[in-house]
């Protein structure tokens, strides 16, 4: 980068807004993909996956990348935002912008700070629990033998544990003479040896569908979650596209193509993103 | 078409006695105007008017008055060069409009593009980016090679036809909800970057002007294509792109 700052310029921060948003709308994918198993698969495999993403090395990497992509796409685009409004001090009195552009390309400052707010209380409700929530409860199934109903613990060495014999700390087990107790939110110990004999899955399904079918909350989270897929859904419908441009690729061959591919995208994913709440506070018994 | 006739209308003009002024919106009646006149003649029409009442005239740009200098500007009704594609507004006929019409005009809005006097503006940033590599060192010291020695593919001397066809008028700032001049510049820049007199000095051209037009002031472009919209000479978003590109390869050279 010679001569030019690849930060500053009008045109290199444009580069980076294109580059973090097409990377989000990877994430994008691959979130979707996670979620539609809260309709398409059970509980054990939704927490299954969450424990993957939690996890795995390579998840834990590109989860960083999220995070940072998320947070330069933001300040970027806020700076991007500041200067356009400076470059106009006076506006028009009169002016009929629909004329000559889309209401989404006019407005993804908007639409942006709209989907921050949505990804904060999102993180908040669901990704912060999962990460820090000391009461995350953790996954159980409750058996019948021989008419007597019974809550086990899964373990992920796919164990059980029934529920009554496990102390929820260790003061609280050697109060109660437990065998078992629960240490670092997800870990069994034995009271007596105090070693590790298993761990449990956090029930991230449980905390997602007490979310949504809440009786006082449950309606109107449904509702704003799909009024946020439905932003985010006019973001993508300029921002998709509009990343290609930004790169330098125009041409009569190719955009036709990532137009429509965009368009597609921009409303299948939100849609189905959409689907997810609405099939759970609705539909699932 | 129909044939002409008059029609009456009232017009909100942007009046500013300097740049230092404040300037407001004042209203006009201006009465038998003919629909086969320019939007440009209308004016003349009610600058003669003002002068008759000792009003100081009204200041507007124009030159060629047939779509080839790019002086005529304003922002006709909210849009740049007014209710038309594809046209300058001393191009714009008063058919476009209908008796008791009222019509706002306004300057061009830019921070780039102060105002000078009423709907003049000072353009003068888009002949400093020009200067910032708008050009190709040519030896003029009797030694000149012809233009037409050097052979160039059909497909990139019309593209670069194409977008030497700017005008260099500012309706793409004008339009742009950011104030930004990349489709000016892009048009520059691909004029030179897709012929080979061009391609020596492409790597500083392109470095040097994207830096003038950002110090100008002007906003970033969004992509809304708002300024392909209203550009008077069809210069694509294409040339936006290729600028993005040259502007990518220059700065990891
Ligand atoms: C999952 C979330 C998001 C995705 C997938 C996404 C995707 C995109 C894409 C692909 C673009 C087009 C880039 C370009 O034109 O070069 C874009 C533009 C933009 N985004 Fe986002 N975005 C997301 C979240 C946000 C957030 C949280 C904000 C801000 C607070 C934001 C603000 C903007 C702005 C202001 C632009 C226009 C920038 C410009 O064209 O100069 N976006 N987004
Ligand atoms: S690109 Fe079009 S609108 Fe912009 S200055 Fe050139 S001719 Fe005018
Ligand atoms: S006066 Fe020359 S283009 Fe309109």
């Not at chain 2, 353009?123 to 037409?148: H, K, L, M, P, Y």
Request: charged fraction near 20%; aromatic fraction near 10%.
């Amino acid at each position: 980068m010679a001569k030019s700052a690849l930060l500053k310029s009008s045109i290199a921060k444009k580069y980076w807004m294109a580059l973090t948003g097409l990377f989000l709308c990877l994430f994008l994918a691959g979130h979707l993909a996670g979620n539609l198993q809260l309709i398409f698969g059970d509980a054990l495999q939704f927490n299954k996956y969450a424990l993957f993403m939690t996890s795995n090395p390579a998840v834990k990497l590109l989860s960083y990348v999220t995070y940072i992509s998320i947070l330069f796409h933001a300040v970027d685009g806020f700076m991007l935002t500041y200067q356009n409004v400076k470059a106009r001090p006076v506006g028009y009195a009169k002016s009929n912008p629909g004329a000559n552009s889309s209401f989404s390309s006019r407005n993804m400052a908007i639409l942006g700070t709209l989907i921050l707010v949505f990804i904060v209380t999102h993180m908040v409700n669901f990704w912060a629990k999962m990460h820090f929530d000391k009461n995350m409860p953790l996954q159980t199934i409750t058996v019948e033998a021989m008419g007597q109903k019974q809550d086990l613990y899964l373990t992920t060495n796919e164990g059980y544990l029934p529920v009554q014999q496990v102390a929820k700390s260790y003061d609280e087990a050697t109060k109660s003479g437990l065998q078992t107790y629960i240490e670092n939110r997800t870990e069994f110990y034995n009271t007596q040896a105090k070693v590790k004999v298993g761990e449990g899955y956090k029930d991230l399904h449980k905390i997602t569908v007490a979310f949504f079918k809440d009786a006082k909350y449950g309606l109107i989270a449904t509702i704003l979650y799909v009024i946020a897929m439905a932003v985010l859904a006019f973001h993508l419908l300029h921002g998709f596209q509009s990343a290609f441009q930004s790169l330098g690729l125009n041409n009569p061959n190719w955009t036709p193509k990532i137009k429509f591919f965009g368009t597609a995208f921009a409303i299948v994913v939100p849609l189905l993103f959409a689907i997810i709440p609405v099939y759970i506070h609705f539909f699932l018994k | 078409m129909s044939a002409a006739k008059n029609i009456n209308i009232t017009l909100k003009i942007w009046r500013q006695k300097n740049s230092k002024a404040k300037g407001n919106l004042e209203t006009y009646k201006l009465n038998d105007v003919s629909t086969a006149s320019s939007f440009l003649e209308m004016l003349d029409q009610l600058n003669e008017q003002l002068i008759n009442d000792k009003i100081e005239p009204i200041a507007f740009d124009h030159d060629c008055r047939e779509g080839i200098c790019g002086m005529c500007s304003l922002y006709i009704n909210g849009r740049a060069h007014g209710p038309d594609t594809g046209i300058t507004t001393c191009q714009l006929h008063m058919r476009m409009f209908k008796d008791g019409d009222t019509i706002f005009v306004e300057p061009w809005r830019s921070r780039a593009f102060p105002v000078i006097k009423d709907l003049v503006v000072d353009r003068s940033a888009f002949d400093r980016i020009q200067q910032a590599g708008g050009f190709v060192s040519v030896n003029t010291s009797g030694n000149t090679i012809d233009a037409n020695a050097t052979p160039i593919a059909k497909d990139d001397a019309d593209k670069a036809f194409m977008a030497a066809a700017c005008i260099g008028c500012g309706a793409c700032v004008a339009t742009c909800k950011n104030g930004s001049a990349m489709l000016f510049v892009g048009a520059k820049v691909s004029q030179y970057a897709l012929l080979p007199q061009g391609k020596v000095e492409a790597t500083n051209r392109v470095l040097n002007m994207v830096r003038q037009m950002d110090e100008e002031g002007f906003g970033n472009c969004t992509n809304t294509g708002a300024c392909e919209v209203e550009c008077p000479k069809g210069i694509s978003l294409e040339n936006i792109a290729r600028m993005n590109r040259e502007y990518l390869k220059a700065s990891v050279k």
